[in-house]
């Protein structure tokens, strides 16, 4: 059972074109929502971290929110260089452990 | 700042070679982890250490082991490598993993080291 889903797995927007990311969670005790975005062939970068229901942070064109049950990357008239996938990460407790469970990504695509 | 280096960045290893994959970090972390990384699937954290001397399993760290002799470097360690292993490694760093109450701090992560076993 998948406790942390990405939708879409790919998005190809022309440059300018606004939309969303949805990383959605199934286990209940968040301790905290991670963003990052991560270019081919290289590490992870970190992007943001929410930690409570109704959350917002913004950095550049990007607007990470909160809700119980899931987060949205909003990117707002994205250019080419926002080319990325994108990665959640949920700090939960299971079974009396913590975890940082990663989704599968988003692969987005702008074109110019 | 070199932040967060990993050698080797590619190899290609025979079924039953073992290796070692070297983490660095510039940082003064006390956290460190090993992921890997493959296709539809998120990152798996293998092993991870809360300081110095100390390491502790993750979610996949069967056929892995890791040493954390100096503050700043994390070694992971293949003994028997199988083609199951084949993937992307990557290392990463943390100031802190809280593990009351708060959360995890961000994590920096490296280039991350190309493996295939064959």
């Known amino acids: 059972e998948d406790q942390v889903t990405q939708s879409p797995e790919a998005l190809r927007l022309q440059e300018g074109e606004s939309s969303s990311l949805n990383c959605s969670y199934t286990v209940s005790g968040l301790r905290g929502l991670f963003w990052y975005r991560q270019d081919p062939g290289k590490g992870p970068e970190f992007l943001f971290t929410l930690y409570s229901a109704g959350e917002e942070k913004e950095k550049e064109r990007l607007k990470a929110t909160l809700t119980k049950k899931e987060s949205f990357l909003h990117i707002t008239a994205p250019k080419p260089e926002d080319s990325a996938t994108y990665l959640c990460?949920?700090?939960?407790?299971?079974?009396?452990?913590?975890?940082?469970?990663f989704g599968q990504g988003t692969r987005l695509t702008i074109n110019p | 700042n070199a932040g967060v280096t990993q050698t080797p960045k590619f190899r290609v290893l025979k079924t039953g070679q073992s290796m070692t994959l070297l983490c660095a970090q510039d940082m003064n972390h006390e956290y460190m982890y090993w992921y890997r990384q493959d296709p539809g699937m998120g990152l798996r954290l293998i092993h991870y250490?809360?300081?110095?001397?100390?390491?502790a399993k993750g979610e996949v760290p069967d056929g892995y082991n890791v040493s954390r002799l100096k503050k700043q470097n994390f070694l992971l360690g293949l003994e028997s490598a199988a083609p199951s292993q084949t993937s992307v490694y990557f290392c990463?760093?943390?100031?802190?993993?809280?593990?009351?109450?708060?959360?995890?701090?961000?994590?920096?992560f490296g280039p991350g080291t190309r493996l295939t076993v064959l």
């Open positions: 990460a949920v700090h939960m407790l299971i079974q009396g452990a913590q975890k940082l469970v």
């Open positions: 990463a760093s943390s100031y802190s993993m809280r593990l009351a109450g708060s959360s995890y701090n961000e994590q920096f």
């Open positions: 250490s809360v300081g110095e001397g100390t390491t």
